[in-house]
């Protein structure tokens, strides 16, 4: 059972009892998290209440074409959810429909589930995120869309709103950015960056309300809260990590070095 696969949750869409009865089960088995669904209504209250990282979905459900209804309400809500679509009825109307809806494969029915397996490794090796990132605000619309717009541009994103789901988080050691939002009062931001610190090393940065605010004891990084410069920011410090990553190590100095150039 690979390790990548057990986090990743599937909504898997098929009108067919016999498919939903066997297919599922065996996505199972290779550690994926699936919910089942049996009609459109039925996947798009699924698609309204949770966070799914692939879809897989008939493309004639209850009438033709109408996994489609499916695919554009999950692309809606996370552009880099992988979509493979199920049919037994290949076209090339079909298929341009799915470049214009983004669909990632099409798989023709009947498949041996070891072809669909293989499929979903291959699109998750290609959709890997940058970087893994916690991001701390008390304000939830702002942070909402700072999740967003980090996950349009490949990040994954853990988002916290208050105190004690922070401090609970900043015990995972396993982020490579942390983003601490200007919303939080001062005192429980010192109180989440010493609670992340130890246990991670990862790159603190803090959003300022304004260029007369302190700095945050252990931030690294200290810069406005518009989306631009925490978008360079945080490009920045992956691609000194992958740098590092491809050198096969860094001296600590060059790497000091390369944090001093991104605080100026």
């Known amino acids: 059972m690979p390790a990548d696969n057990l986090s990743k949750r599937i909504l898997f869409v098929d009108d067919e009892p016999n498919i ?57 809500v996370d552009p880099r959810c992988i979509v493979i679509v199920l049919t037994g009825y290949p076209d090339i109307d079909s298929a341009l429909k799915g470049i214009h809806y983004g669909v990632d494969e099409y798989i023709v029915k ?25 991001s701390v605000s008390y304000d939830a619309p702002l942070l909402r869309t700072r999740q967003m717009l980090l996950e349009r541009d490949g990040y994954e994103v853990v988002s916290t709103s208050d105190l004690a789901t922070s ?72 691609r000194i990590k992958n740098s590092v990553s491809r050198a096969g190590g860094k001296s600590a100095r060059s790497a000091s070095d390369d944090d001093e150039v991104l605080r100026r």
């Open 20 to 76: 939903r009865a066997t297919l599922p089960r065996i996505l199972q088995r290779y550690g994926y998290l699936v919910d089942v669904a049996a009609t459109v209504a039925e996947a798009l209250e699924a698609v309204r209440s949770r966070r799914f990282d692939i879809l897989i979905c008939d493309l004639n459900i209850e009438r033709a074409g109408d996994g489609y209804t499916v695919i554009e309400a999950i692309r809606a």
């Open 110 to 134: 009947p498949s041996g589930a070891d072809a669909l397996v293989a499929v979903l490794a291959e699109k998750l090796a290609a959709r890997k995120p940058k970087a893994r990132i916690l």
């Open 167 to 238: 401090l609970e988080k900043c015990k995972q050691s396993s982020f490579d950015i942390f983003i601490l939002g200007h919303s939080i009062p001062g005192e429980e931001k010192e109180k989440i960056v010493k609670a992340f610190r130890a246990a991670c090393r990862a790159p603190i940065i803090s959003l300022r309300r304004g260029i007369g605010d302190g700095p945050v004891d252990g931030a690294d990084f200290h810069i406005d809260p518009d989306p631009e410069p925490l978008l360079n920011t945080i490009a920045d410090l992956v």
